[in-house]
């Protein structure tokens, strides 16, 4: 991290954002990184993406709300010019906007969609962030799909940053690695840079399990490849969340909107204190 960065005021602009966060669907393998990863990883992708438009496939972690609200709130003087969510989780596209509005971060939105879909035509994008679903039983065929949906958005010209399993002790996440390394070689990508086990989770099952920043970029002259267009009942959505975790929820609809920063109702009930009357 920059030395010049004033800690406390990072820490405390994260922890607006993680206090504005829905709750996370361990189903759709919402499992969200830990707050100091996330002041380090957020400084760390306002650098990476300054001054150029961003395309995050999914953002549980609220990594685009961090970045935009450093570089906002002047605790970070770099950071990228757009920044685009694309989610499946209308509570977290709602929580996402709702954020931007309010701190008025001008230069932020996102979008309800699923990647099973093409993705929708935009602003060409010059860079795109990633931390899907993990592939651990599908050889990184759902990992794959995310990086797909980021090099068509970048019209496969431009950077990646994919955040995945990284582990010495364990075989599935090292062969996820190289079935991704292979799928972005075919689309003219390489690795520019890999950075090891980095970012910790809260994971209850594996607390351990970490994740690197793998960063891709296109190789000179990569030609444009084809339109983005939807995927069929194809074998990539096979143990998409796992073991018999098939893709079949296209949207994540929110029932109603709530402040995720406070304690809903349905949690807790008031005992009174009882008091004997007064005669
Ligand atoms: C799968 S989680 C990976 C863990 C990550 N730390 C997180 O919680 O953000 C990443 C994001 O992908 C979104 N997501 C899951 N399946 C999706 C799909 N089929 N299309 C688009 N977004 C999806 C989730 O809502 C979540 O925000």
């Known amino acids: 991290m920059a030395a010049d960065i004033d800690l406390k ?15 996370p669907i361990r189903e759709f393998d919402q499992i969200y990184m830990k707050t100091g990863d996330m002041v380090m990883q957020s400084e760390f992708v306002a650098n990476w993406a300054n001054g150029k438009r961003l395309a995050f496939i999914g953002d549980g972690d609220s990594i685009s709300v961090c970045v935009a609200y450093l570089h906002a709130r002047k605790i970070v003087d770099y950071g990228p010019s757009m920044i685009t969510v694309f989610d499946f989780d209308e509570r977290i596209v709602g929580a996402i906007n709702r954020f931007a509005d309010r701190e008025r971060l001008e230069n932020l939105r996102a979008v309800l969609y699923n990647c ?6 935009t602003k060409d994008f010059e860079c795109f962030y990633t931390n899907p679903p993990w592939g651990a039983s599908n050889n990184g065929s759902s990992v794959n799909l995310f990086v797909q949906r980021g090099i068509e958005a970048v019209r496969y010209q431009g950077e990646g940053m994919i955040v995945i399993a990284d582990d010495e002790e364990l075989d599935w996440p090292a062969e996820v690695l190289y079935q991704v390394q292979s799928f972005a070689s075919e689309r003219g990508f390489f690795v520019s840079r890999m950075m090891p086990r980095l970012h910790t ?6 607390p351990d ?3 690197c920043n793998l960063v891709i970029k296109s190789r000179p002259g990569n030609p444009i490849g084809p339109e983005s267009v939807s995927i069929g009942d194809g074998e990539r959505l096979d143990n998409f969340y796992g073991r018999d975790a098939q893709l079949r929820v296209k949207y994540v609809r929110e029932k109603k909107r709530l402040d995720y920063g406070r304690a809903n109702e349905s949690e807790y009930e008031f005992e009174i204190v009882e008091r004997e009357e007064e005669e």
């Open 209 to 211: 399990l970490r994740s």
């Open 201 to 206: 989770y809260h994971l209850d099952d594996a």
């Open 116 to 121: 099973i879909e093409a993705l929708p035509p």
């Open 9 to 23: 005021a990072a820490i405390n602009a994260v922890s607006d954002v993680v206090q504005n966060r829905p709750r």
